[in-house]
């Protein structure tokens, strides 16, 4: 008998990528780039949705993908309100949330991608699992200077949960018996400090806290960014734009593709191998806040996403951190596997997902 299809969707800043299972098995990925020109056009990030729609179905249709044979598509979940961990059905409520949510992030597009292709074929269910909003802070993590503004748990929870289960099971030891520190480095940079199986505290990766990234600012000086917003130099749209989408390597070096700048460092770009350097410097100054976190007791520290496959970098990395914890590295992203492992345990019936209200 035939395993019935999964279709996992992931719309990260600078790419889409998919990937379709027939149960465990893997029959097809892609990793599909955006440019800053393929993106510039769309004022907002909703306004991106039928442009990736239709890259991902013409993907599928070039791979020779039999659409009606898919009986779950599941979508790397949005900003959504905070959330348990777990898969969640996509509703009404659900894609109103995300077609509205404060804060815009092309995971946003997951769950509304998923439910229109799982609409268009004969027998499939859409859902989204470990959205970035998955929350398990501690009391203390939630507390900001300022009574007005909240700490708040948004990150690349499917990711940073799949790597730090997949190390788990690589020692052979529970995931909530370790203390971990996960660095996912992509388009957006998160690290988190995992105490046995909970993410209790992790920067807020999409606008404004934690290192720069290929496209975010992080952290900046409030004070600068106050008088600069009340300039009447810049619009609301403009100033968001330099925190998300045009900040980091993109504002820095005029590219938001790491490869790139991996490659200007080694043909000698002095200005490339400062900003490099710095952003591996901010990376490892949030390890150490996340060790802190952790009071010490650090079992490891994993480096995932992307640029984790710059092995100068790496290099490094391992200079600033590991007299805090070894370091273990997986390039790339575990999301694909762990967005359709998500979706057969439902097909499955081994568990049940969540209704979201």
């Given at each position: 008998m035939e395993e019935k299809r999964i279709l996992a969707i992931n719309p990260g800043s600078t790419s889409t990528k998919i990937a379709v299972y027939a149960g465990t098995k893997l029959l097809f990925l892609k990793n599909i780039k955006h440019s800053v020109e393929d993106l510039a056009n769309f004022k907002e990030i909703t306004d991106q949705f039928d442009f990736r729609k239709e890259v991902i179905l013409r993907e599928l249709k070039e791979a020779e993908i039999d659409l009606d044979k898919i009986k779950i598509v599941v979508g790397r979940g949005g900003i959504l309100k905070p959330v348990p961990s777990g898969?969640?059905?996509?509703?009404?409520?659900?894609?109103?949330?995300?077609?509205?949510?404060?804060?815009?992030?092309?995971?946003?597009?997951?769950?509304?991608?998923?439910?229109?292709?799982?609409?268009?074929?004969?027998?499939?269910?859409?859902?989204?699992?470990?959205?970035?909003v998955v929350d398990e802070f501690h009391d203390l993590a939630r507390i900001s200077g300022h009574p007005l503004f909240q700490r708040v748990s948004i990150f690349h929870a499917l990711n940073q949960k799949a790597v730090a289960r997949k190390y788990a099971k690589s020692i052979d030891k529970p995931y909530e018996k370790l203390n971990l520190i996960v660095a996912h480095l992509g388009g957006g940079i998160s690290i988190g400090?995992?105490?046995?199986?909970?993410v209790i505290d992790v920067n807020?990766?999409?606008?404004?806290?934690?290192?720069?990234?290929?496209?975010?600012?992080?952290?900046?000086?409030?004070?600068?960014?106050?008088?600069?917003?009340?300039?009447g130099k810049y619009t609301i749209e403009e100033m968001r734009k330099m925190v998300t989408g045009k900040g980091g390597f993109a504002a820095h070096l005029?590219?938001?593709?790491?490869?790139?700048?991996?490659?200007?460092?080694?043909?000698?770009?002095?200005?490339?191998?400062?900003?490099h350097c710095a952003m591996a410097y901010q990376i490892g100054k949030f390890i150490g806040a996340m060790a802190t976190v952790l009071k010490?007791?650090?079992?490891?520290?994993?480096?995932?996403?992307?640029?984790?496959?710059?092995?100068?970098?790496?290099?490094?990395?391992?200079?600033?951190?590991?007299w805090i914890a070894p370091i273990i590295v997986y390039p790339g992203e575990d999301e694909m596997e762990a967005l359709s492992m998500n979706g057969l345990m439902v097909l499955n019936k081994e568990i049940e997902p969540i209704e979201y209200v």
């Open positions: 898969v969640f059905k996509i509703n009404e409520k659900m894609k109103h949330d995300l077609i509205h949510a404060e804060k815009k992030h092309a995971s946003n597009l997951g769950g509304l991608i998923a439910d229109d292709i799982a609409k268009s074929l004969p027998d499939a269910q859409a859902y989204i699992a470990d959205p970035v400090a995992h105490r046995e199986g909970k807020q990766a999409i606008d404004g806290e934690g290192p720069f990234s290929p496209e975010r600012s992080g952290t900046l000086p409030v004070g600068d960014v106050i008088t600069m917003a009340f300039s005029g590219t938001n593709d790491a490869y790139e700048v991996e490659k200007r460092v080694e043909a000698g770009d002095k200005h490339a191998e400062l900003i010490g007791k650090v079992d490891a520290i994993i480096i995932t996403g992307g640029i984790a496959y710059n092995k100068p970098f790496i290099v490094i990395m391992r200079e600033i951190c590991e």
